[in-house]
């Protein structure tokens, strides 16, 4: 099984930056890391359903931003190390919310997922907090 867990979260001002992390801490027994997962950045805030941020396919060639974070927000991969972050600069209150990564194991595949129901691997969640 992979476990998925989050950090980065936090206070910021308005017009700070923040980088989040996403890293498996657990691995299948076939040896499989997070650069086998297509990944995806969520967010919820109160009173409000998931929606998607960012999302990044296996094979790193292929993003996915919502208009919303566009030219702000920028999801990387980190492969020597399996880890995706999602840098988050300009950040605005609106951007308050709990940051959840998925992941769906799709091996070398430029297939990005937008949709939450596709992802099988959820962290816990870190909070981002945007003061006016």
């Known amino acids: 099984q992979l476990r998925i867990v989050e950090s980065g979260g936090g206070l910021v001002q308005s017009g700070g930056s923040l980088r989040l992390s996403c890293a498996a801490v657990?691995?299948?027994?076939?040896?499989?890391?997070?650069?086998?997962?297509?990944v995806g950045w969520f967010r919820q805030a109160p009173g409000k359903e998931r929606e998607p941020v960012s999302c990044?396919?296996?094979?790193?060639?292929?993003?996915y931003y919502a208009d919303s974070v566009k030219g702000r927000f920028t999801i990387s991969r980190d492969n020597a190390t399996a880890l995706v972050y999602l840098q988050m600069n300009g950040l605005k209150p609106e951007d308050t919310a709990v940051y959840y990564c998925?992941?769906?194991?799709?091996?070398?595949?430029?297939?990005?997922?937008?949709?939450?129901?596709?992802?099988?691997?959820w962290g816990q969640g870190t909070q981002v907090t945007v003061s006016s």
């Open positions: 998925g992941a769906r194991f799709a091996p070398r595949s430029d297939v990005v997922l937008e949709t939450e129901i596709l992802y099988d691997h």
């Open positions: 657990e691995f299948t027994a076939a040896g499989f890391t997070l650069n086998d997962y297509a």
């Open positions: 990044i396919s296996s094979n790193n060639r292929a993003t």
